[in-house]
């Protein structure tokens, strides 16, 4: 039996199912439903979801953590009750998925395709390492105070901005705002003080590479951006504005990325880099469960089928 950790809207998730049903593969997804399909009997050392054994399982793909509530039931329960509850009701189910996680992991049968131990998020640690191995970054900083964030822009010329490790939905009236690597080029908006943030030397790039790496297997897609002012592609994807093409990256940064990879002990990531007016490749940040469906579908590599594909070995071995 194959485990999938997921959440009810990663479609990623669906497509790749409807591969492992071709494929006559047993699985078992679990979504928010992870917390009531619960059942664990310490006298007998076992874990069971839905009435399935962890003994029955042998391969485990971390696709997404499960969440006790999605986004807009948190939402809608925070509104209901104190905010003191929802932090201690998140605290025990994060103990609980900590504990179980664990115990399967211990487990000597089963395998995994993205464990939840590997997931490095933390930007600045990933930047560290990728220069570490060989491959460029643009120029960072962390960043606290209006003053510095001038010095840096006198320097470097414009810079931009984005999260230090995953990006989350914001809910304002009603709204979920979702994060983006955002310009920075104006400081008239911008507090003397706040808290630190990293900022990067905006690179005049060529075109954009998202790498998707799976059980030693890279594919990777170059992706060519209608407006050269955009810094996230991804906003490119609501007028279909860019171009994507298959790509091969030199080995040598096939290999410098796999290193990188290794460090954090990933087996299936996504990777995003650019390359820049000068050629060079340049390293931005891994995404451990990012997204690969539209990359997937505009360039008809179909790496859902690559990922059900590797789990139907995984299971076979």
């Not at 997931?119 to 510095?148: D, W």
């Amino acid at each position: 039996m194959i485990l999938i950790f997921s959440n009810k809207a990663d479609t990623s998730t669906d497509l790749v199912i409807s591969w492992l049903k071709k494929f006559n593969v047993p699985f078992l997804r679990l979504n928010e439903d992870f917390y009531d399909s619960l059942e664990i009997d310490f006298s007998e050392n076992n874990i069971s979801f839905h009435g399935i054994s962890q003994k029955e399982i042998s391969v485990i793909w971390f696709r997404k953590t499960p969440a006790i509530f999605d986004d807009s039931e948190m939402h809608n329960i925070s509104k209901k009750i104190n905010n003191n509850v929802n932090i201690f009701i998140e605290k025990e189910s994060k103990t609980i998925r900590e504990y179980i996680f664990k115990t399967l992991r211990e487990s000597s049968h089963i395998k995994w395709l993205t464990s939840p131990f590997s997931l490095t998020q933390n930007k600045l640690m990933q930047m560290q390492v990728a220069k570490k191995e060989g491959l460029e970054i643009p120029p960072s900083f962390i960043v606290n105070s209006k003053e510095q964030l001038k010095s840096i822009l006198e320097k470097e010329g414009e810079l931009i901005t984005k999260p230090m490790e995953n990006c989350v939905n914001i809910f304002f009236k009603e709204r979920a705002i979702g994060m983006k690597t955002t310009l920075i080029n104006n400081l008239n908006n911008i507090p003397d003080s706040f808290a630190p943030a990293l900022v990067q030397k905006r690179i005049n790039k060529k075109y954009e590479i998202r790498t998707f790496y799976i059980l030693g297997k890279f594919f990777s897609t170059k992706i060519v951006e209608k407006d050269f002012n955009e810094v996230d592609h991804r906003l490119s994807l609501i007028d279909f504005s860019s171009r994507y093409e298959i790509y091969n990256l030199p080995k040598e940064i096939e290999n410098k990325i796999k290193n990188v990879l290794s460090v954090f002990s990933l087996n299936c990531s996504s990777i995003d880099l650019i390359v820049d007016e000068n050629g060079n490749y340049i390293f931005l940040e891994i995404n451990p469960t990012g997204q690969f469906t539209y990359h997937s579908f505009f360039n008809n590599t179909y790496l859902e089928k690559e990922i059900a594909l590797a789990l139907k070995t995984m299971y076979n071995e």
